[in-house]
């Protein structure tokens, strides 16, 4: 079966969650189950950007590969290709971590 490609339209774009540690500073092991996803993801699809009232196309300011932060429930989860990935609006992104 050939790897699916995804666009995502408008002013969405696609996230992939980067994971948190696995360990606490103390070094215990935290379970999944008490772990909080982080809020932190790597761009992996961008899509043409939004319209304004007239038309016009507003290029979206992010790129592949960029790493972002977003609010804690930003987001729809959907899985591609057995990766869990995020679609969520340009606005959810609070900034680009440089």
């Known amino acids: 079966m050939a790897k699916s490609t995804f666009r995502p ?6 996230v992939k969650r980067i994971d948190a540690d ?3 500073k103390g070094g ?3 379970p999944d189950s008490a772990k909080e996803k982080p809020s932190q993801g790597e761009i992996v699809a961008v ?6 009232e007239a038309g016009k196309l507003i290029p979206i300011d992010l790129k592949v590969g960029d ?3 977003f609010g ?3 987001g ?3 899985k591609l290709d057995n990766q869990e990935l995020l ?3 340009e606005s959810d992104i609070m900034g680009v971590l440089a």
């Open 47 to 52: 899509g043409p950007g939004g319209r304004d």
């Open 72 to 74: 804690k429930w930003s």
């Open 67 to 69: 790493r972002v932060l």
């Open 28 to 30: 215990i092991i935290i």
């Open 76 to 78: 729809t989860e959907v």
């Open 87 to 89: 679609i969520m609006k």
């Open 22 to 24: 696995e360990k606490s």
């Open 9 to 14: 339209l408008h002013d969405r774009v696609v």
